[in-house]
C-alpha cells in the first residue's frame, strides 16, 4: 500500500469535517443544542470522541461551523462587494439561486432551521449572523438606494424577512405552498 498524497489526506479530512457537521446537525436537531453530547454526535458521525476533538474543540465551534457553511452556500456564485451595487440582473440572480439551494436540499434547511430557531443557539452564532447578514443587508439597501427608494434599508429588511417567510411557509407546507411563484411575485414586486 502507497502512502497517501497531501491531497487524499486533506480530501479525507474533508469527508471526516462534513460528516461530523451532518451528524452534528441531526443530533442537535433531535435533542436541542444544549441536551447534544460530543460522544453522541461523535457517535452519529463514526468517528471517536477524541478524534472528533480534533476538528472542533467544542460545540459552540461545531455550531459556528455549521452556520458559517450554510451561509457560505447561500452566498455561492455571489460576490458581496459594499464598493458595488448589484444590477437588478445580479439581484435577481442571487435570490433565485440562493432560493433553489433551499428548495433542493429541503431536509438539511429543515434541520438547519429546526436547530438555529433554539435559544441558546441563536445567542451563540450572534457574531457569525451579523458578520455574514449585515453586508448583504447593506449591499442590498445599496441596489434600493441606486433605485430611487426613500428608505433603502427598511426594503431591504423587508425583503429578507420576506424570503425568510417563504422559506419557512414552504417548509411547513410543501406539497400546497406556491413556492416559485411565491418567488416570482417577490421578485417582480420587491426587485
Known sequence: MSPRTKEQFDE???ERK???MQAALEVFSEEGFGKASISKIAGRAGVSKGLMYNYFKSKEELIE???IDAMTRLMS???VN???TPSKEEFTLFIKKSMDDFKNNLPYWRMYFSVMMQADVMHK???ELFEF???VIMMMAKYYESQGFENPLAKARLLAATLDGIGLNYMMDTENFPYEEAIDMIIEKLI
Do not use: C, D, L, Q
Open 12 to 14: 479525507i479530512r474533508s
Open 18 to 20: 462534513a460528516r461530523i
Open 65 to 67: 461551523t455549521i452556520f
Open 77 to 79: 456564485g455571489f460576490e
Open 82 to 84: 459594499p464598493k458595488t
Open 125 to 127: 452564532v450572534e457574531k
Open 133 to 135: 447578514a449585515m453586508p
